[in-house]
């Protein structure tokens, strides 16, 4: 099956989800905040590689996100950038650190 | 189970606004490609999840894809999230970061928000009236006798009410206006309302019985800027005191609505008056308007 984004295979993200799941949340409010999460990562993880893209190597990018072209971004990203890999799960782990102390303070709340 | 709910309302609040944050520097640095690839997007097929989700800017009408090829993308993410941190980050940039009285300016550009993102046209002075403040902290107030007998257990009119509401009690004695009424016009007006200083408001000295007047149910628009829920209200009694660092008072239902509580965790909300001369808006909740989102 295809994965969802592109770099869907060396992000995860279930450490968020099982974090979420022992706390007594509705359904509802469960999806609300992993659809959160989805989304700042997603943004998080396109801010960083655009980064490191020039003018016209963004535009050849987007296309391809737009178009599902996961071989075709990891191409162009392995051409035009250094370690990109790392940098994406470094930029995620980051972020994942953070959402998990929200979770903590959170879980502090009265 | 209140805790609960606190816990739910505290991640999605500091995340949406974290969103909101991501969103604006996306496109604050990549905004020349990401621009391109919208007007790219109007005209081929490009409907991904993942480009779906770069394409809405805070502030400015929401990309829209082809429908048929957002349809079966756009359920996956959240939408009404999205509107929401468009609010939030907008008031964001307006709101002071202590809870202090605004600037003309600064009231002139959170009425613009208001119109933009909820359709209407809300005002800190109207008709040269203004109170104390327009952005303060809310505490909790009681619900009100609507007629003379009005008892806790004749309050509701209906049981869903009763079991939300019944917990904040009643005052003992009838809010600054006097009794409510009985019709459904008072029914609404004693649900959605607030208490306001309008004691401390300007001019109240020497032209009380005149202003007394004009704030005799006067409609209002109040918003929790950090959540971006907004309800339509009316004045319905006055307070509180200035001793107890709140600035105006809001009925159980207000606060239940706008997740606001009193005590240490108490917030701030923005209370404008709403200009709507032929009373066509409707008191309580306040969606966001989709057309102007």
């Known amino acids: 099956m295809k994965k969802k984004h592109f770099y869907s295979h060396i992000v995860e993200t279930s450490s968020i989800s099982l974090s979420l799941g022992d706390m007594d949340l509705l359904q509802q409010e469960r999806k609300d905040l992993l659809t959160l999460v989805e989304i700042n990562m997603h943004k998080t993880i396109m801010d960083l590689v655009l980064s490191h893209l020039s003018a016209e190597d963004k535009k050849a ?10 071989e075709r971004i990891w191409n162009l990203l392995k051409e035009k950038t250094e370690n990109i890999e790392e940098k994406i799960q470094k930029a995620a782990n980051d972020l994942q650190k953070n959402l998990h102390k929200d979770i903590a303070d959170a879980k502090k709340k009265q | 189970m209140g805790s609960q709910r606190a816990q739910y309302t505290h991640l999605r609040d500091r995340w949406t606004q974290q969103h909101a944050t991501l969103h604006g520097r996306l496109w604050e640095k990549h905004k020349e490609a990401l621009e391109w690839m919208q007007k790219k997007s109007q005209h081929a097929a490009v409907g991904s999840l993942g480009a779906f989700m770069l394409f809405a800017m805070p502030g400015k009408q929401e990309f829209t894809m082809p429908k048929m090829l957002t349809a079966n993308v756009s359920a996956d993410i959240g939408k009404d999230i999205d509107k929401k941190a468009f609010v939030i980050s907008d008031l964001s940039k307006i709101v002071p970061e202590t809870v202090e009285p605004l600037s003309d300016s600064e009231e002139k550009q959170i009425a613009n928000v208001f119109a933009r993102y909820y359709g209407v046209n809300a005002t800190a002075e109207l008709e040269g009236k203004r109170l104390n403040r327009s952005y303060g902290y809310i505490g909790a107030e009681q619900h009100l006798k609507r007629f003379e007998g009005d008892t806790m257990e004749g309050h509701f009119d209906n049981p869903d009410d009763a079991t939300k509401y019944y917990s ?10 006097g009794y409510f009424g009985t019709d459904e016009q008072a029914i609404q007006r004693e649900k959605y309302y607030i208490a306001v200083q309008s004691f401390l408001s ?13 704030f005799k149910y006067r409609k209002m628009l109040v918003v929790n800027p950090q959540n971006g829920k907004a309800m339509v209200v009316v004045i319905g009694d006055a307070g509180p005191a200035a001793w107890t660092g709140k600035h105006l008072g809001g009925s159980p239902e207000v606060m239940k609505y706008l997740e606001r509580v009193d005590g240490r965790q108490k917030g701030p909300v923005l209370y404008f008056f709403l200009d709507d001369p032929d009373d066509k808006i409707p008191l309580g909740p306040l969606p966001l308007a989709d057309a102007n989102v």
């Open chain 1, 61 to 70: 990018f987007l296309l391809h996100v737009a178009n599902d072209h996961h």
């Open chain 2, 168 to 177: 904040s009690g009643m005052a003992p004695g009838r809010g600054a206006w």
């Open chain 2, 202 to 214: 300007p001019g109240w000295q020497g032209n009380s019985k005149e202003l007394y007047g004009f």
